[in-house]
């Protein structure tokens, strides 16, 4: 399995959980429930905060937010 296709589809659908954002945040905070072991690869490239812990979510740092929105436009086909 191409674990990078993985990760772009797990980023994708992080984007559509994001359940606050804001001006004050660096990023947007999105539910965790994913595969671990993408959960762990997308937080060792920098893109979500450590997913380890009692929190139901996690934070998409700016970069994973770009990234996660541009997964999710071309993957799902979403206007803008």
Do not use: Q
Request: with cysteine; aromatic share 6%; net charge negative.
């Amino acid at each position: 399995m191409d674990e990078n296709k993985i990760d772009e589809a797990v980023l994708a659908l992080l984007y559509l959980g994001i359940h606050e954002s804001g001006p004050m945040m660096e990023g947007a905070r999105t539910w965790k429930s994913f595969d671990w072991d993408a959960m762990e690869r997308l937080h060792a490239k920098g893109l979500i905060s450590n997913p380890v812990g009692k929190a139901k979510s996690v934070l998409l740092t700016e970069t994973g937010l770009r990234d996660a929105e541009e997964a999710c436009r071309r993957l799902f086909d979403l206007e803008d």
